[in-house]
């Protein structure tokens, strides 16, 4: 297959010349490269963070990501987006309700964004935590729906398969078919592409599931459930205080979901087969 015909997202990805070995033999080639910016997301003229991201999908990640830092309640308090292009990067001015500016006053965090980051440049303890409603019990679903979930999402990956970069996040139904699907190198910018773009669709969040490429990290589990959506499937592990937030939201926490195999942390009895108490399982604090 030749890589320049791969049909890649606009700005995604860049043709690189390097050099390797293979077979103890040298070569020389050009080789795709994930892209990555910084992209700065301003509240009304207000600067608020920079992130490293890939420059697509980028109404729906600012949408997603003020909805899932809690800035914005809404879809209805964004009023409009305008993208700003310079040689240093993108600029993403947001317009939103008088409302949604004073919250976002009121917990104002600097935020200096990198690809593995977790919660960087949070100004205090205060602000790592915020209070989420309970979510409501969801669709019953399967194991093999959450298998199926994960293989669409790993078919559906273009930019990961062209560049071995990026992460992905992808909602889907409770029959596990992946109906949207969002790429970019950092996880948490994928999933907040994604959270955007279910906001902006016509979509009910609630009736199936989110998988994602990375870790359930704290945030990750944060912003699933600041979407309403019942069940996060992760292809690694969980932490301890991703796996605490999830079990007092009443979130459905699934890890290593590999294949037919996964590790449940928290609320097993939303999948089939597997009562709350099944096999001695320990409810976390």
Request: proline content about 5%.
């Amino acid at each position: 297959m030749n890589l320049a015909d791969v049909p890649l997202r606009p700005g995604s990805a860049e043709l690189l010349p390097v050099r390797g070995v293979r077979a103890r033999e040298i070569f020389d080639n050009r080789d795709w490269v994930a892209v990555e910016i910084p992209v700065a997301l301003e509240f009304n003229g207000i600067a608020h963070a920079v992130m490293l991201a890939t420059p697509t999908d980028l109404p729906d990640f600012a949408l997603g990501f003020a909805l899932s830092e809690g800035i914005l309640l809404g879809r209805n308090e964004l009023y409009g987006i305008e993208e700003e292009y310079a040689p240093e990067g993108i600029t993403l001015k947001l317009e939103v309700a008088s409302a949604a500016f004073a919250r976002l006053k009121e917990r104002r965090r600097s935020m200096a964004g990198r690809t593995g980051c977790g919660l960087c440049g949070t100004e205090s303890l205060a602000h790592v935590a915020r209070t989420l409603p309970p979510l409501p019990p969801g669709p019953a679903l399967s194991k093999s729906a959450v298998a199926r979930g994960m293989r669409e999402l790993a078919s559906l990956q273009v930019l990961q398969k062209v560049t071995g970069a990026v992460h992905a996040a992808a909602w889907c139904t409770a029959e596990g078919e992946a109906l949207l699907v969002r790429e970019d190198v950092g996880r948490h910018n994928a999933l907040d592409k994604l959270v955007g773009a279910l906001a902006k669709g016509t979509l009910a969040a609630s009736t199936g599931f989110i998988a994602v490429t990375s870790r359930a990290s704290f945030e990750m589990v944060q912003k699933t459930v600041a979407a309403g959506v019942p069940l996060l499937a992760a292809v690694s592990a969980s932490t301890s205080m991703a796996t605490a937030v999830a079990q007092e939201t009443g979130l459905t926490l699934a890890g290593f979901v590999r294949g037919d195999d996964l590790v449940i942390y928290t609320h097993p009895g939303r999948l089939n087969g597997l009562p709350a108490n099944a096999g001695g399982f320990q409810q976390c604090m």
